[in-house]
């Protein structure tokens, strides 16, 4: 196939990402559609047009509809606020275009719905594509650690610990949704479903432990402070839950974005009744396995993941060398542009999207409750 146009809704730091991804791509993947960045939007004032600068977009905008009705845009990323997901992704969806969207899309299961369309759509679930987290899902696949009894799963950050953080779009419940529900518990749940398969119920707890914040005075990226005046937090800082599993396993998941001392603490430890599994984004390359016929007293080994695991051996040639987040994303990109060549989804789809979003809105309606909720 020829050049596939790509356009970018959305230039903060997660557009960089995904442009960034895109021009990686020959480097990695040279069997890869190759691709050609054709427009940039963003509504900052400058901000499209800088990144047509540095990154070379043929063109830049301010309004993301004329990427809708440009038939040089054949794929699209958004990445733009979660509020936004919906009414850009139903857009593209409608006018045919494959869609690689970051999660959680939209802030309601309802929302993820509404983008589906007749073109591939790729979601932003990066971790799963991590060598090591698939390698678990081997091990577990092939009962190597036995039945699952239980696991945690955690992701713990603190981005937003500092009380004078800025008031963004991410603490007001219109724009930014269920707080760190859909921001790090959307993880969470696909990594839930990727290694252990469909959730049954969940109960939940939630809170606002920083319950006021600055408003920004200006135009945010990333996490800045706010000097403006007080305005209230909206959405929750803090999730802890119960989760039933399908086959009868036992999960406890706990998100934080205002965790002090934890910088990314993301990961998981998964038992069985043979072994277990322990995994630390913060040392990506590495899977702790405990496998045996001692049960008590059984050591655990590291393992370093290598060319076999994985998409690792498209980025490093051999054992115990360091990837990085963006690799992740990158090994995204292809699975989005495979998706298009092929006519058939591989990675993160629209589906999962929406079953995580299901299992979001079980969370928040337990929350309110106290209840169990069915997922």
Do not use: C
């Not at 990226?221 to 009868?248: F, I, K, T, Y």
């Amino acid at each position: 196939m020829g050049y596939l146009g790509v356009g970018v809704v959305g230039f903060g730091w997660m557009g960089r990402v995904h442009t960034q991804a895109y021009a990686r791509m020959p480097h990695h993947y040279p069997e890869a559609p190759p691709v050609t960045l054709v427009s940039v939007a963003d509504d900052v004032p400058g901000r499209a047009v800088e990144a047509a600068k540095r990154y070379g977009f043929a063109s830049a905008t301010a309004d993301w509809r004329e990427l809708v009705d440009d038939p040089r845009v054949q794929a699209v990323s958004i990445t733009l606020p979660n509020f936004l997901h919906r009414e850009v992704g139903a857009a593209f969806a409608a006018a045919g275009k494959h869609i690689w969207i970051e999660k959680p899309v939209g802030l309601t299961a309802d929302d993820a719905r509404a983008i589906a369309g007749d073109g591939q759509v790729t979601v932003g679930f990066n971790y799963r594509n991590a060598p090591a987290v698939e390698k678990a899902r081997e091990i577990l696949h092939n009962g190597e650690i036995g039945k699952v009894t239980h696991a945690r799963f955690r992701l713990l950050s603190d981005y937003a610990a500092h009380p004078e953080g800025a008031l963004s779009w991410r603490f007001e419940r219109e724009r930014g949704g269920n707080g760190v529900l859909g921001d790090l518990g959307s993880h969470g749940i696909d990594l839930i479903r990727y290694l252990l398969g469909e959730i049954d119920a969940v109960v939940a707890d939630t809170a606002i432990f920083i319950p006021a914040r600055p408003r920004p005075t200006g135009a945010t990226a990333g996490h800045q402070r706010g000097s403006g005046e007080q305005g209230p937090v909206e959405n929750d800082d803090w999730l802890g839950a119960l989760l039933r599993m399908a086959d009868g396993a036992r999960v406890s998941l706990e998100a934080s974005r205002v965790a002090v001392a934890e910088q990314n603490n993301y990961g998981f430890e998964i038992h069985g009744t043979k072994g277990a599994l322990f995994w630390d984004f913060r040392r990506m390359g590495e899977l702790g396995v405990s496998t045996g016929s001692s049960y008590q007293d059984e050591p655990v080994h590291t393992l370093f993941v290598g060319p076999l695991d994985g998409e690792f051996g498209k980025f490093q040639p051999g054992a115990g060398i360091a990837m990085g987040y963006d690799d992740l994303k990158v090994i995204e990109a292809y699975r989005f542009l495979r998706s298009i060549a092929d006519g058939r989804p591989y990675g993160a789809t629209l589906a999962d999207a929406i079953r995580s979003a299901e299992a979001l809105d079980a969370l928040e309606r337990s929350a309110a409750t106290g209840a169990w909720v069915s997922v």
